[in-house]
């Protein structure tokens, strides 16, 4: 199904005299019937068939308490439920190797009542035992998908502990290897497993990583990511950025919904022009993004081109386009004024920096860098209208004063929350436009 996209650029395109850095908030909006996808048979019969793989962690540590693993079974077999008619999928089972839970043989089935249903059945015969090489699952998965042309792949990763049977270098190669081929949102169950492992993954593979403490929760979160993944029409959509002689592209950064730096993710696309990935969209979709080029300063009222902004698809067919620009000034109530979407994401990305920062200080026992950065976050929080980040905040530190950031660390704080807090840190408040 063809969506029709939107780019719109917001900045303040004046800079005062000897100024060389533009910034922008790049908007892509995607408008399609896809954002009403129903799962199973019902959906669209338009919609590109995509690929599933569902890997789900069933190492020794998913024995305990048994209620872990029971969880994981009824998480799958909902996302299962959820798959529509013609989407080819398989499950995988993760220890410190990767096997076929589903079909037997290493390739992808169709979905179909038949096959959903055994699927299931092959779900519910699982055993836990072994280690964890999260590397290794990934590998699989990237095999599976190597044979699918067409639609959106989207892989969904549950694990409970931390990559043992795998030294972080193995898992980089691996990561290096894999990216750009699907996309892979990560779950981690319980309090036993790494955020910045799952961080790692996510971001590699363009997906988001959450906790969910209570094994009870994993079956919605399961049926709402494979929902999402079945709502996607367009895979592998790409921001082009060119910039004119002298210039270059200090970063690119996803703004919203969530924190993401596409900055060392681009691929030389022409001259002084680069591709950057945002991966599958849907209808109804928005994402924000902060693009900040370096260009050679002109004199006073000069006007420059600072980078023109298309929207790739898959076949380099160009789906949308934008301006920045950059004018020179000598009027200081132009070049001084700040332009409100690109503050707002400014700070967004100070405050996620500020609580990843801050509970680092807080398990390494520095007491006063904390209190300083959490109560920095708090204050940034509020500043922005973040209400889920201040609530999340609120049950680490005790506010005092959410205008000034005034805190104190509480003494005792339970695992999930300090856990939610750092994955939910690149959560951003998206901002009003204009």
């Excluded at 599933?52 to 998480?75: C, F, H, N, Q």
Aim: net charge negative; charged share 25%; with cysteine.
């Amino acid at each position: 199904m063809a969506l029709e996209f939107a780019v719109e650029v917001f900045q303040n395109e004046y800079l005062p005299e000897g100024a060389a850095e533009v910034n922008a908030i790049v908007t892509v909006t995607a408008t399609g019937t896809a954002a009403d996808v129903a799962p199973v048979a019902s959906a669209p019969a338009d919609l590109p068939d995509g690929a599933e793989v569902i890997i789900v962690d069933t190492s020794g540590s998913m024995r305990y308490p048994p209620t872990k693993l029971a969880a994981a079974k009824l998480a799958t077999a909902a996302a299962i439920d959820t798959l529509r008619d013609g989407v080819r999928f398989a499950v995988v089972g993760g220890t410190d190797s990767a096997r076929m839970v589903y079909p037997r043989v290493q390739a992808l089935e169709v979905a179909g009542p038949r096959t959903r249903e055994a699927a299931k059945q092959a779900v519910q015969r699982l055993r836990a035992d072994g280690g964890t090489a999260m590397g290794q699952w990934l590998l699989l998965a990237d095999g599976l998908f190597a044979d699918h042309v067409g639609g959106p792949k989207h892989a969904i990763l549950l694990t409970d502990g931390e990559n043992q049977h795998e030294t972080s270098q193995q898992l980089s190669r691996i990561l290096d290897q894999v990216a750009g081929h699907f996309a892979c949102d990560c779950r981690g169950v319980g309090t036993d497993w790494q955020v910045s492992e799952l961080r790692r993954i996510s971001e590699a593979l363009l997906g988001t990583v959450d906790i969910v403490a209570d094994p009870e929760g994993l079956a919605d979160d399961f049926r709402s990511m494979a929902a999402n993944a079945m709502g996607k029409a367009v895979a592998d959509v790409s921001l082009r950025l060119w910039t004119p002689e002298g210039a270059q592209v200090r970063f690119l950064k996803q703004a919203s919904p969530g924190l993401l730096d596409l900055t060392g993710r681009r691929v030389e696309a022409g001259p002084r022009t680069g591709d950057y990935p945002t991966g599958a969209w849907a209808g109804g979709e928005s994402r924000d993004y902060h693009l900040c080029v370096v260009v050679r300063p002109a004199k006073v009222r000069e006007r420059m081109l600072a980078s023109r902004v298309s929207l790739v698809g898959p076949s380099g067919e160009v789906l949308g386009q934008g301006r920045v620009m950059a004018t020179w000034t000598d009027d200081t109530a132009l070049s001084t004024r700040i332009n409100s979407e690109v503050a707002h994401y400014t700070g967004q990305a100070e405050l996620a920096e500020a609580i990843q920062d801050g509970l680092e200080a807080r398990k390494a026992g520095d007491v006063g860098r904390a209190t300083a950065k959490l109560g920095r976050a708090v204050k940034l929080a509020h500043e922005s209208g973040n209400t889920d980040t201040a609530k999340l905040l609120a049950k680490v530190v005790d506010v005092e004063d959410p205008k000034t950031g005034t805190v104190k660390l509480r003494a005792r704080v339970a695992d999930a929350d300090e856990m939610t807090l750092d994955t939910r840190s690149t959560v951003t408040k998206r901002v009003g436009k204009g």
